[in-house]
C-alpha cells in the first residue's frame, strides 16, 4: 500500500533524526513538518528474514488532531 500522508498535507516532510538496531527491531526517531505540523514521532520496527514482520508507530495524538482540525 502506497504511503497517502504526503497527499493529506501540504509540504509534508519527514527527516530522520536517529536510528537504533538491536537485535530483530529498528526504532527511528524522526521530525515531520507540513503546513500546520511541526512534531516528533517514533516508528518501532521489527525485521526478521530481511522483511518488516511489524511495525508500531508512536505519534502524538494530539499534535495530529490539532493539524487535523487546521485543514
Known amino acids: ?16 533524526k536517529l536510528m537504533i538496531a538491536e537485535g530483530e527491531y529498528v526504532f527511528v526517531l524522526a521530525h515531520g513538518t507540513a503546513t500546520g505540523m511541526d512534531a516528533d514521532f517514533g516508528h518501532l520496527f521489527r525485521v526478521q528474514n530481511e522483511k518488516i514482520s511489524a511495525f508500531h508507530i508512536l ?13
Open 59 to 71: 505519534d502524538d495524538s494530539q499534535k495530529w488532531a490539532a493539524t487535523m482540525k487546521a485543514m
Open 1 to 16: 500500500m502506497p504511503m497517502q500522508i504526503p497527499t493529506h498535507f501540504d509540504n509534508f516532510k519527514v527527516e530522520p
